[in-house]
């Protein structure tokens, strides 16, 4: 098999993983939960309302209601991809010149949305 390929296969494989094995773990504690369920119920144990309601409402977790302190941490963590992508392409052209160019268009991106993020946190008053 020619190594040019690995990298490619390596990479979407890594993706696949990624979406496939948090999925998979999630699907096995479900079925982990039904069995218990399903064996007090057999034994004739009174289930609580609130697993009832648990179980029938909404799965996923409730998202964290947006803050001004949640939008500069966002805000940072944006602009500190983009000077590391800024960073990496200065690092590159020393072998490659137009390396920089690439990567500062690229760290470009994150600088914005982090900016955005950072005005947002400044300017949202906070909900008390």
Do not use: C
């Not at 490619?8 to 890594?14: L, N, Q, V, Y």
């Not at 999630?26 to 069995?35: F, G, I, L, V, Y």
Request: charged share 15%; net charge neutral.
């Amino acid at each position: 098999m020619d190594g040019g390929i690995l990298v490619p296969i390596a990479f979407f494989a890594m993706i696949t993983a990624i979406v496939i094995v948090p999925r998979y773990f999630k699907s096995q504690e479900r079925q982990k939960m039904a069995e218990t369920l399903r064996a007090a119920i057999e034994r004739g144990e009174p289930l609580p309302t609130e697993v009832i309601e648990a179980m029938s409402s909404n799965v996923r977790s409730p998202s964290l209601p947006p803050s001004p302190q949640r939008d500069l941490r966002t805000g940072i963590v944006w602009l500190a991809i983009g000077v590391g992508l800024g960073a990496l392409g200065l690092a590159i052209s020393f072998e490659e010149p137009d390396a920089l160019f690439v990567f500062l268009g690229l760290g470009a991106l994150p600088v914005f949305i982090g900016l955005a993020f950072v005005a947002l946190g400044l300017l949202n008053k906070p909900k008390s």
